[in-house]
């Protein structure tokens, strides 16, 4: 059986007037705008500026199977304010009306869900919740890569920068 292969999604995340679909091609519909969703969400909260199109892929199996792949080419540029400014910093996508993170507030993710065709509640509902798994999980996961050795002071600086950012990020 042949591997499955990875396309470029410009056609999954169609972006015509800021409204992103990507439920066009996929085979499960509502598990891949889920997913696509949430990296949205993640890459708001991480200040992941590069999340283009071309960094959301479908994987291709047999069978005409179309999925979502799983996240890949994440950056935050939290750690570095002195070479980016997160004040000034732009998304690769739009939420709802805006690219800037300074700007997105509860309203733009409401007009999110109406283009990802999602209750707004839902996404909402999303984002808080991966509010509190982010602050509960960078510590953790930071002093796990200390304990495997890599022991870097940007690793501190990300914890500590996510932190603050998503704590502004409330959307209640």
């Known amino acids: 059986m042949p591997a499955a292969r990875l396309k470029d999604i ?6 015509t007037n800021s409204r992103c679909q990507p439920q066009a091609e996929s085979s499960d519909p509502a ?8 990296a949205l969400i993640f890459n708001w909260l991480i200040a992941g500026t590069d999340a283009h199109a071309k960094n959301f892929s479908l994987l291709i199996a047999p069978g005409s199977q179309v999925r979502m792949s799983p996240l890949y080419d994440l950056a935050s540029i939290l750690p570095y ?8 910093a732009k998304l690769a996508m739009k939420i709802g009306s805006s ?3 300074r700007e997105i507030r509860r309203n733009h993710w409401e007009a999110c869900a109406r283009d990802l065709r999602m209750p707004a509640n839902d996404l909402i509902g999303r984002a808080e919740s991966m509010i509190e798994r982010l602050i509960n999980a960078s510590p953790e996961v930071a002093d796990m890569l200390c304990g495997e050795g890599l022991d870097d002071s940007v690793i501190g600086q990300l914890v500590d920068s996510i932190t603050v950012h998503v704590c502004r990020e409330r959307l209640i």
């Not at 598990?31 to 949430?38: E, G, L, M």
């Not at 304010?81 to 000034?88: A, F, L, V, Y």
């Open 99 to 101: 690219y800037r993170l």
């Open 10 to 15: 410009r056609a999954a995340a169609v972006q």
């Open 31 to 38: 598990k891949d705008v889920t997913a696509f969703a949430d």
């Open 81 to 88: 304010p002195k070479r980016i400014d997160p004040q000034e």
